[in-house]
């Protein structure tokens, strides 16, 4: 199993960003997919999940993040997606692709600020 992020940056308080993470040695569309962050000095939280075709991509949020991150998965190119807009300094962390298994990226650095 390996996961890949990419996408992370520098951008400013109400800019946008987004992340994806391509996945490679499981059969992607199997599993239920997560984004985790981790800001500094924090422990690490649960921010978006999306299910599987089975599931049919149910989403769900951390409240923090509800009406400014979307997650969205393309499973013909095992990729999971996160779409960061309005983006706050609160949300400087570095954020984690996650399958269930306890399966991690390495992440990417997400920092907020003006």
């Known amino acids: 199993v390996q996961l890949v992020e990419s996408g992370g940056g520098l951008v400013q308080p109400g800019g946008s960003l987004r992340l994806s993470c391509t996945a490679s040695?499981?059969?992607?569309?199997?599993?239920?997919m997560s984004w985790y962050r981790q800001g500094p000095g924090k422990e690490r939280e649960l921010v978006a999940s999306?299910?599987?075709?089975?599931?049919?991509?149910?989403?769900d949020y951390a409240d923090s993040v509800k009406g400014r991150f979307t997650i969205s998965r393309d499973n013909d190119k095992n990729t999971l997606y996160l779409q960061m807009n309005n983006l706050k300094p609160d949300d400087t962390a570095v954020y984690y692709c996650?399958?269930?298994?306890?399966?991690w990226g390495q992440g990417t650095q997400v920092t907020v600020s003006s």
């Open positions: 996650n399958r269930y298994g306890n399966y």
């Open positions: 040695g499981f059969t992607f569309s199997y599993y239920d």
């Open positions: 999306i299910t599987n075709s089975v599931g049919g991509g149910r989403t």
